[in-house]
């Protein structure tokens, strides 16, 4: 009777140890993908470089059918590389990278690569502005004085044209609250 009570009670016990065992994390591996949904906003006019900003992991994150880091966890992120839009061909951008994740109440520093954005390009459009200012200067004033006229006309063109491209230029970058980013780790962790 007793080895059988002894029998029951050791298979209740690993029958409640072995999920409590299942999830108590591993190592997540070079290459893993890690979605994180952002808790506040960002934006690359006023981001530093080193700037943190916190968030929550997307969805688990499972290594060989194992949850290693569960939905939910907090994450720090930090502002990788930012740039404001400059006024003329400086485009913006806005990049991120996972710095650490915290599974149980203990944080693990994570190496991983970086997420974001740069905003297109503005040379070819600022080139339209500034040229087809420089042209129709030029038009202007050869109608109204002639070659020498054409040629005062374009540079006043051009500098409308240029004036023109600066003032509708800036375009900033922003990732508000909720903004869903993947990362994928470049070196192993183990999460206990």
Request: no cysteine; glycine share 16%.
């Amino acid at each position: 009777m007793n080895s059988r009570i002894r029998l029951v009670s050791i298979f209740l016990t690993l029958a409640l140890l072995l999920p409590a065992l299942a999830q108590a994390g591993g190592t997540i591996p070079a290459g893993v993908k890690i979605s994180v949904v952002t808790d506040q906003s960002v934006n690359s006019k006023t981001a530093k470089a080193g700037q943190t900003v916190t968030g929550s992991v997307a969805h688990d994150v499972t290594v060989d059918g194992k949850v290693v880091i569960p939905k939910g966890s907090p994450v720090k992120l930090t502002v990788s590389s930012v740039q404001a839009s400059g006024r003329l061909s400086t485009p913006a951008k806005l990049y991120l990278r996972l710095r650490s994740v915290t599974v149980g109440g203990k944080t693990y520093t994570i190496a991983t690569s970086s997420a974001g954005r740069t905003e297109g390009g503005k040379g070819k459009r600022d080139a339209g502005f500034i040229g087809g200012g420089a042209a129709g200067g030029a038009i202007i004033g050869a109608l109204a004085g002639g070659g020498k006229g054409a040629a005062i006309g374009a540079g006043a063109g051009a500098g409308a044209g240029t004036a023109g491209a600066a003032v509708t230029g800036k375009k900033d970058i922003e990732f508000p609250a909720e903004t869903r980013l993947a990362f994928t780790t470049r070196a192993a962790v183990t999460i206990n």
